[in-house]
């Protein structure tokens, strides 16, 4: 995948409280209010923008802020990358050269706008979308960034490129290597519980990821396992644990499973599958849901059963 590597980068704020949110769907890169109106006839002519806004009764500091932010919007460089953050991800384009002032009558709009050439993306060159939860707050912090343009620090423009190019970080990389090291010999610990024990890892981790057992242990209900409730959803799931299954056994389960209490979820969690297990079509408008080897081990570095595990399958 070709990488992307712009000269320099910028933020731009969404308008105040996100009100240019527009901007992403329209395909526009937009700035500027009513009172930056004169900017249109200027010509580059940065001193006379300064004095225009000192004119409107803004200090000059304020005033000088204002005009650094025109000169970034007005200059043409086509390889300055604009980058910002709206409805939970980062977006970023290349800003065509030319600014067009809007008519807008009711100034919903911004004042200024250019063209985002090829439009706004949200995603990364392998097609990811950039959820801005799963970014640094090195660099989301900037949508707190009180007015409406500015650089990056090299620190925020390096982790820019590298979430768009979707580049690793190396230290992350080793460590995701090493969970998955992890998750091959937990798996071969499970398969080595007893059935009980088994049975009681399964308990103790959807305890511990929010699912508390209403059951009793052991299997004494027909067909389940375990009955668990989500204390503060209180939406209640039918568990079958089994060491071994095949397809047989998978689709016996979600035709039994499927006749219990509408509502319910219906779970099949087992360590050891035989063959590739698929849930068969949705019964009563449920699908039996599976939790297989790979997840199950997941589900125990998850729920920091790690070192259960390993005194158990000892």
């Known amino acids: 995948m070709n990488q992307i590597t712009p000269s320099t980068i910028r933020y731009i704020k969404p308008g105040a409280g996100g009100g240019w949110e527009s901007a992403l769907d329209r395909g526009r890169l937009e700035w500027g209010t009513g009172g930056d109106s004169h900017l249109a006839a200027l010509n580059g002519d940065w001193r006379a923008v300064t004095q225009a806004y000192i004119a409107q009764g803004r200090l000059p500091a304020t005033a000088t802020g204002y005009t650094n932010e025109a000169r970034a919007f007005f200059d043409a460089d086509p390889g300055t990358m604009w980058i910002t953050f709206a409805r939970g991800r980062m977006w970023w384009c290349f800003a065509e050269p030319e600014v067009h002032a809007t008519a807008d009558d009711d100034a919903t709009d911004a004042a200024f706008y250019r063209v985002a050439h090829g439009g706004w993306s949200d995603r990364d060159v392998n097609g990811i979308v950039l959820d801005a939860d799963r970014l640094s707050t090195r660099l989301s912090q900037l949508q707190s960034y009180r007015r409406t343009i500015c650089g990056l620090t090299k620190e925020q423009e390096t982790l820019c490129r590298s979430y768009i190019n979707a580049v690793p970080d190396p230290v992350q990389a080793a460590i995701a290597a ?11 610990l499970i398969q080595r519980l007893t059935w009980r024990d088994f049975e009681q890892f399964i308990d103790l981790a959807l305890a511990r990821t929010g699912w508390i057992r209403v059951s009793s242990l052991g299997g004494t209900t027909k067909d389940v396992d375990l009955v668990v409730e989500q204390s503060f959803t209180r939406e209640r799931m039918s568990v079958q644990v089994k060491s071994k299954a095949n397809q047989r056994m998978v689709d016996d389960y979600a035709r039994r499973l499927g006749a219990r209490t509408a509502g319910e979820r219906i779970m099949l969690i087992c360590h050891s599958p035989e063959g590739d297990l698929a849930a068969p079509p949705s019964t009563n408008g449920r ?4 939790v297989l080897d790979g997840e199950v081990a997941e589900l125990s570095i998850n729920a920091g059963l790690v070192d259960w595990v390993i005194a158990r399958a000892h």
């Open 178 to 188: 090493a969970r998955d090291e992890l998750k091959q010999h937990l798996r071969s």
């Open 287 to 290: 699908r039996l849901e599976l």
